[in-house]
């Protein structure tokens, strides 16, 4: 009998992706969530994560970013602890916090190796930063962004990687950032991790969730300065992705790494032998 896939979860906070992919079908059939090491201890922000871990029998460790005087030996020693476990591949479920921003020696370790969850459509680029897009908006960059969404997989990310180009909808406040630039329709991105941020290749995107934006036009028609009612929306838009969307993505690209049909290279990722579109396999 083949062994089950080895996953291992680095988290901070309640690790609602780990919990997604702990409760599903193929957990101890194709996957098997061998350990998780968050950056928090128990008690606080990853008080939720610790207990899910615990109730589900998961090998917990804490990682003490406070130990360590850099956060290059603070990797080091995660490599290390990794070493140990044997891990087929990571998952960061909400990873974040003081010197836990990835750096080497991690990536000569466990490079492609290591799958994150984005909350924005990231087969969406343009050759600005995704705070410029809600201040300018115009109609020629949405043409240019949506053109590269059908180009042959490859021609995006070499936009990305080699143009300084970036996704348009990347860090903290993606959802919030995709709706006041007029998106519809929002999705999540399970993508590879790379040194630079939300930029590795797209391995698996969400179904899409619809973005009410009759509402968003009345809470911005008497004043731009009525935005926090869409940051209020966008917050809770994005809690409901976690489920929604977070979840069944993680699970489908574990379940396709798990039986070999998905492979990751450090620009792209194959599908049944053949290079996947840049924007990943599409969840219908």
């Not at 610790?50 to 080091?76: C, L, Q, V």
């Not at 911005?220 to 993505?249: F, I, N």
């Amino acid at each position: 009998m083949k062994d089950l896939y080895r996953v291992v979860f680095l988290f901070s906070g309640s690790a609602s992706s780990m919990q997604a992919v702990v409760n599903n079908l193929n957990h101890g059939k194709k996957y098997q969530t061998v350990a998780a090491i968050s950056n928090y201890p128990m008690q606080g922000r990853a008080e939720a994560g610790w207990a899910f871990a615990k109730e589900n029998n998961i090998t917990t460790h804490f990682h003490d970013p406070g130990s360590f005087d850099t956060r290059k030996m603070f990797y080091k020693d995660l490599v290390r602890k990794l070493k140990d476990i044997g891990p087929d591949i990571i998952c960061l479920s909400g990873y974040m916090g003081d010197k836990s921003i990835i750096c080497e020696p991690f990536f000569g370790e466990y490079r492609n190796m290591v799958l994150n969850v984005h909350p924005a459509d990231t087969s969406i680029i343009a050759p600005l930063n995704g705070r410029e897009l809600v201040e300018i908006g115009n109609a020629e960059l949405r043409k240019i962004m949506r053109r590269c969404r059908t180009e042959d997989y490859h021609k995006p990310m070499d936009l990305v990687l080699n143009k300084g180009w970036d996704r348009a909808f990347m860090g903290d406040d993606a959802v919030f950032t995709a709706i006041m630039h007029g998106e519809s329709e929002v999705c999540s991105s399970i993508h590879s991790v790379i040194e630079r941020t939300d930029a590795g290749a797209n391995l698996v995107q969400s179904k899409r969730k619809q973005v009410e934006t009759d509402k968003v036009k009345k809470w911005l028609a008497p004043t731009w300065s009525s935005y926090k009612l869409v940051g209020d929306y966008a917050h809770r838009l994005q809690d409901e992705m976690k489920t929604d969307c977070d979840g069944p993505a993680f699970c489908l690209a574990l379940e396709f790494l798990a039986d070999e049909r998905m492979k990751i290279f450090d620009d792209h990722v194959t599908f049944d032998g053949k290079p996947l579109h840049y924007g990943g396999y599409q969840m219908e």
